[in-house]
């Protein structure tokens, strides 16, 4: 049978709502077929298609996740199953990753009710919200609180755990190294305080990676002082939009309010 191809997320609220109604209404028959047969025949086909995506992880390749994630959730049949969460975490967390925050709405909305309860999907949708809010506290507080829920001894799959331990590891480098660059582009000066706020780790750290990034500092008034933002060519590097720089500003805005 040959597949369509898919069609592009949808990017707003009521868009998303509707697509993700229309896909559980017309997976019912499939859901049943499933329900039938993936209890005497093995393994479904999230879990033999899981060992790609970690594979894909190990290699830090992070739109081959993208990838291989969305074909298998575009394909395979039933989604009452936690196995689909197999799927769908790391499919989240590579797009956060990326800094893809309405295709990783999209792929949570689709979730049938019963997913969209479970513990791991309600912490990834707070991890969404509040990343794409840039309610930088609580991004690193959100993330927290998910590696501790993965930790647990008795959460349902130890190799999902690790693959997910690292993916959110690396989103909250990303999502650092991304507010670094923004903070060098909306402050002339800040304080130490307004730092360990935007980038969630403690001053000693701050300090380090400012030094190599060429930021001044001054320990008397606790000033610090980002080197002069130079643009950089498109194919080098590929931070926010100027949409998350708005969020940035808004936040500076507020802080100083």
Avoid: C
């Amino acid at each position: 049978m040959v597949l369509a191809p898919p069609t592009p997320p949808p990017l707003s609220t009521t868009e998303i709502q509707d697509a993700a109604r229309g896909e559980n209404s017309s997976s019912q028959t499939a859901i049943a077929q499933e329900t039938q047969t993936s209890g005497n025949n093995g393994p479904d086909t999230y879990h033999l298609r899981f060992p790609f995506i970690v594979e894909a992880v190990s290699a830090s390749d992070y739109p081959k996740v993208i990838q291989i994630a969305e074909e298998v959730d575009l394909t395979a049949v039933g989604n009452n199953q936690t196995s689909r969460l197999l799927i769908i975490a790391p499919l989240v967390l590579a797009y956060l990753i990326l800094d893809q925050s309405p295709p990783a709405r999209y792929a949570l909305a689709r979730l049938s009710e019963s997913h969209a309860t479970h513990p791991l999907s309600k912490l990834l949708a707070t991890l969404l919200n509040v990343t794409t809010n840039r309610n930088h506290s609580k991004v690193y507080a959100t993330a927290a609180t998910l590696v501790e829920l993965i930790s647990q001894p008795g959460f349902f799959d130890q190799d999902l755990a690790m693959v997910l331990t690292k993916l959110t590891t690396v989103f909250i480098e990303r999502f650092r190294l991304r507010t670094f660059e923004l903070l060098s582009r909306a402050y002339n000066s800040l304080t130490m305080a307004q730092a360990e706020n935007y980038l969630g780790v403690p001053s000693e750290t701050i300090l380090a990676e400012a030094s190599k990034n060429g930021w001044e500092y001054d320990s008397t008034s606790q000033i610090l002082k980002p080197r002069a933002f130079s643009q950089k060519s498109n194919n080098t590097t590929n931070f926010s939009s100027l949409s998350t720089f708005a969020f940035v500003a808004d936040s500076v805005g507020r802080l100083e309010a």
